[in-house]
T-cell receptor, first 112, second 114 residues
Framework: GEDVEQSLFLSVREGDSSVINCTYT??????LYWYKQEPGAGLQLLTYIFSNMDMKQDQRLTVLLNKKDKHLSLRIADTQTGDSAIYFC????????????FGTGTRLTVIP | KAGVTQTPRYLIKTRGQQVTLSCSPISGHRSVSWYQQTPGQGLQFLFEYFSETQRNKGNFPGRFSGRQFSNSRSEMNVSTLELGDSALYLC?????????????FGPGTRLTVL
C-alpha cells in the first residue's frame, strides 16, 4: 500500500525560509497535496501539484516534485509565527480513487 | 460559501456504546469522505460516499459504518465503542472526487471513549 513519510519536527526563525520534505512510494500517484493543521482544528488545504509538473508556486509557497525519487517538498518563504502548525503531505489513492494517504505530519515551530 | 460543518464538535462516550457523527458538505459537493486521526496511527481513510453510495472503503472493522443522504449530508456510526476509537474524526467534501478535485476538511469531531 501507499506509504508517505515526513520528518516529525522542524524549527526555523521568523523571516527565514522553511522547507518541509516528504517521500512517497506509489509511483502511480496523480496528485499530491499539502495540508496545514493548527491546534484543535481540521485540515486546511494549502496547495496541490499534479504529477506531470515539477514545480508550482503560490505566493509564499513553492512545491517541488521529484517524481523519479518520489520526493515532494514545500518551501515557505519569509516564515511567520502564524505558520507554526503541523503540515501534512498526502497522495491520492490508486486508480484515482478519492481517498488520501497522509504522511505523519511535520510540526513546524517558528521562533520569533 | 459555507465550509464543511461537523456536529457535534466534542463527544464523550463509554465503552460499548454507539455514536453517530454528522457532516454537512460544502454546497454543491457530492463526495464526502471520512478520516480518523489518532496520535498513534495518524490520519487514516475510513470511507467515501458519493451519490448516497459507498464508493471506497478503508481498512476498518465493520463497527464503523456510514451513509449519505440525498442532500449529500453524511453520517458515520461507530457501534460497540472501544477505548481505541478515541480520535478526531474528520469529514472532507469534494465536488465529485474525480480528476483535480480537491478535498476540503471540516473542523472534526473529537470523540473520547471512557
Amino acid at each position: 500500500g501507499e506509504d508517505v513519510e515526513q520528518s516529525l519536527f522542524l524549527s526555523v526563525r521568523e523571516g527565514d525560509s522553511s522547507v518541509i520534505n516528504c517521500t512517497y512510494t506509489d509511483s502511480s500517484s496523480t496528485y499530491l497535496y499539502w495540508y496545514k493543521q493548527e491546534p484543535g482544528a481540521g485540515l486546511q488545504l494549502l496547495t496541490y501539484i499534479f504529477s506531470n509538473m515539477d514545480m508550482k508556486q503560490d505566493q509564499r509557497l513553492t512545491v517541488l516534485l521529484n517524481k523519479k525519487d518520489k520526493h515532494l517538498s514545500l518551501r515557505i518563504a519569509d516564515t511567520q509565527t502564524g505558520d507554526s502548525a503541523i503540515y501534512f503531505c498526502a497522495e491520492r489513492g490508486k486508480t484515482g480513487a478519492n481517498n488520501l494517504f497522509f504522511g505523519t505530519g511535520t510540526r513546524l515551530t517558528v521562533i520569533p | 460559501k459555507a465550509g464543511v460543518t461537523q456536529t457535534p464538535r466534542y463527544l464523550i462516550k463509554t465503552r460499548g456504546q454507539q455514536v453517530t457523527l454528522s457532516c454537512s458538505p460544502i454546497s454543491g459537493h457530492r463526495s464526502v469522505s471520512w478520516y480518523q486521526q489518532t496520535p498513534g496511527q495518524g490520519l487514516q481513510f475510513l470511507f467515501e460516499y458519493f451519490s448516497e453510495t459507498q464508493r471506497n472503503k478503508g481498512n476498518f472493522p465493520g463497527r464503523f459504518s456510514g451513509r449519505q443522504f440525498s442532500n449529500s449530508r453524511s453520517e458515520m456510526n461507530v457501534s460497540t465503542l472501544e477505548l481505541g476509537d478515541s480520535a478526531l474524526y474528520l469529514c472532507a467534501s469534494s465536488l465529485s472526487g474525480a480528476g483535480a478535485d480537491t478535498q476540503y476538511f471540516g473542523p472534526g469531531t473529537r470523540l473520547t471513549v471512557l
